[in-house]
């Protein structure tokens, strides 16, 4: 059956929406100090730095607030390549701003945003309570804060910077995943308005920023262990600092031709964690990983992704010994491609 790849983009429908923007600006004066904030992730940040270049020569200053600081390399990547000044907000009692604006977010979202009157809120999460700002712009079924930004610069016919314009794409390719979630038209009006205004090389840099120099050596062990059983390729880590590391070594091995399931466990935190990654047209990660693991702890998944946590006390009474080959044996028993449910 043919699909249509775009089939999930809806449409509005109506008549493109021009944002509010002198009821917008006149709701900030030229002495103002403004500080906007946000919880940093791509998309939020990269609405900031647009209401930024907003309010560029209509108030006195402008400085962008983080309120916890930024961990995700990808995100880091984003913040050092495109020389972002952004503040992390550790104490309100330190914030020098008059006015204050929240993007990406709303005040019931957190105790530390709930503490200020907010001059402007622009977000596209689903409004659950009443926001208390003299601007609001919610609209729940945007992919992307970055998006509506995206329009409000146009409306004020501000052509984006570079790095405006390469943080707001970014922004719009995160939060829908690249087109793959909640996306409207208007996502990708604003992804094609932007895509000739953004860095293509930085933006590249940025997206596959997301190993650290320390989690080259779990690969290292992950191809000196890895063992091959039909389209199955297992390997096991011992113990690691997350269970993330099992994520990327498990997606990466899942590039080789010809395997369809890779199969990547460590401990961590007294937990066996068994995390399986499955590509090729039947997939069935979910159903697997509930069938070997079920029983005996928690598991489960998606088509494509899955994952079991064993407590080592349990796996201890079933296997006896925990060494690193009797650990690595058990997961690959259970997960055969011979093994008959
Ligand atoms: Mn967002």
């Not at 052509?159 to 690249?178: E, M």
């Not at 395997?259 to 964690?273: C, E």
């Not at 990654?277 to 998606?302: E, Y």
Request: charged share 25%.
């Amino acid at each position: 059956m043919y699909m249509d790849p775009t089939q999930h983009i809806e449409s509005l429908n109506t008549v493109t929406w021009a944002p509010q923007i002198e009821t917008l600006f006149s709701c900030f004066g030229s002495r103002d100090s403004v500080l906007i904030m946000m919880d940093p992730d791509p998309d939020a940040i990269g609405a900031a730095l647009a209401f930024k270049r907003l309010l560029w020569h209509k108030v006195a200053a402008v400085s962008i607030g983080i309120i916890r600081p930024i961990r995700r390399l990808n995100n880091l990547a984003m913040v050092r390549l495109l020389r972002l000044p952004l503040v992390l907000l550790e104490n309100e009692r330190t914030i020098e701003a008059d006015k204050f604006v929240l993007v990406d977010g709303q005040p019931s979202h957190n105790d530390f945003f709930s503490r200020f009157h907010f001059t402007a809120v622009i977000d596209h999460h689903p409004q659950n309570a009443t926001i208390e700002a003299a601007y609001v712009d919610v609209r729940p079924n945007y992919g992307a804060t970055s998006t509506i930004l995206t329009q409000y610069l146009r409306a004020a016919q501000i052509v984006p910077s570079q790095t405006l314009a390469t943080a707001l794409l970014y922004g719009i390719k995160t939060d829908t995943r690249n087109f793959e979630r909640h996306t409207l038209v208007e996502d990708v009006d604003a992804f094609r308005y932007l895509f000739e205004f953004a860095d293509h090389n930085i933006l590249e840099k940025i997206e596959i920023s997301d190993l650290s120099l320390a989690d080259t050596k779990f690969f290292h062990k992950a191809f000196i262990r890895k063992h091959v059983v039909k389209d199955r390729i297992f390997t096991y880590l011992d113990d690691v600092p997350s269970s993330d590391i099992l994520v990327e070594v498990a997606e990466f091995l899942l590039k080789i031709h010809d395997i369809n399931w890779s199969i990547v466990s460590g401990i961590y935190q007294g937990n066996l964690i068994v995390c399986v990654r499955n590509a090729g047209h039947r997939k069935d990660a979910g159903r697997l990983v509930r069938r070997a693991f079920g029983a005996i702890g928690c598991a489960g998944g998606h088509e494509s992704m899955a994952r079991a946590e064993i407590p080592l006390e349990r796996l201890h009474a079933i296997i006896g010994d925990l060494s690193s080959t009797s650990i690595e044996m058990f997961v690959r028993r259970r997960l055969s491609p011979f093994k008959k449910y």
